[in-house]
């Protein structure tokens, strides 16, 4: 059974591989057997991970063409890209500024596709199957206030993964989205142990925070042949948040 998880032979790019969940991304392929190349602007941030797992780590800025060429070339054929660098700015929709907007939606929404683009014209010219993976999230269907650029963003992201999984198909290339809900880390610690953060974890039927591992298995059968016949899919791990009645 574990044959159909295997990624040996395989070689995958993983964007936002200096943060939590891209390092977390770029060491469970590399666990499968997967040649490993981690992608992001802070090498520093990406460099003991990327000893540990004998992964390569090229400096990539997602909002720069140029950037994104270069960093291909670097890695060498590429068979599965996980688009999973993104950010948030948090300011209410009347405080926004145009740069605020501008900002997140070219990281999250344009540089997505433009890492794909690239990715999918270079398996396309190298006659070799691929799957891409994006990272969106459960807002990219419900909202919170306070992150208009960033749920403007998911939500394009998901109908992205839809539009690139039909044009894409003909070329034997997969994309397909995970949609996390909301994951422990540093940055939100404060928060979650609050009134209010307690107060959502208390909305999510199974009661707690997502933790990077959850997102292990999605990922794999998305990037492996598990998932061969899964194209234009967004697989929510969100503990069931985003249907929950409260
Ligand atoms: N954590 C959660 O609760 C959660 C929930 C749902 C969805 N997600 C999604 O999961 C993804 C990863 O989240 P995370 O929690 O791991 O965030 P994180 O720790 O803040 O990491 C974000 C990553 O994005 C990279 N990045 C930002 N701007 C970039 C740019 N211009 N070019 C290239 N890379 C850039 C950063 O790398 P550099 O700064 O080194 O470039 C960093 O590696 C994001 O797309 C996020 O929206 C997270």
């Not at 990624?7 to 997967?34: E, I, K, P, Y």
């Amino acid at each position: 059974m574990s044959a159909l998880f295997d990624l040996s032979g395989r070689s995958a790019l993983v964007t936002g591989a200096s943060g939590l969940l891209g390092a977390h991304f770029a060491r469970v392929l590399a666990d499968a057997g997967a040649r490993v190349v981690m992608a992001a602007r802070r090498l520093d941030a990406m460099a003991e991970t990327a000893t540990e797992i004998s992964a390569e780590a090229v400096r990539l800025d997602v909002t720069d063409p140029a950037s994104i060429a270069a960093a291909f070339d670097a890695a060498g054929p590429i068979d599965i890209l996980v688009n999973n660098a993104g950010i948030a700015v948090t300011k209410p929709v009347l405080a926004q500024t145009p740069e605020d907007f501008d900002q997140v939606l070219d990281v999250d929404l344009r540089g997505c596709f433009l890492v794909a683009q690239e990715a999918a014209r270079r398996m396309v010219a190298g006659k070799r199957p691929g799957s891409i993976v994006n990272i969106a999230s459960i807002l990219g269907e419900r909202i919170i206030p306070g992150v208009a650029g960033y749920t403007a963003a998911k939500a394009g992201l998901l109908h992205l993964t839809r539009q690139m999984a039909v044009e894409l198909a003909r070329h034997s290339i997969r994309v397909n989205a995970i949609a996390p809900g909301y994951i422990a880390s540093d940055i939100n610690a404060e928060f979650f142990a609050s009134e209010p953060g307690q107060a959502m974890i208390r909305r999510v039927p199974q009661r707690r925070l997502g933790q990077p591992g959850d997102l292990t298995g999605p990922l794999l059968l998305l990037a492996s042949d598990a998932g061969a016949h899964m194209t234009g899919s967004t697989i929510t791990v969100d503990g069931g948040h985003s249907v929950s009645s409260l």
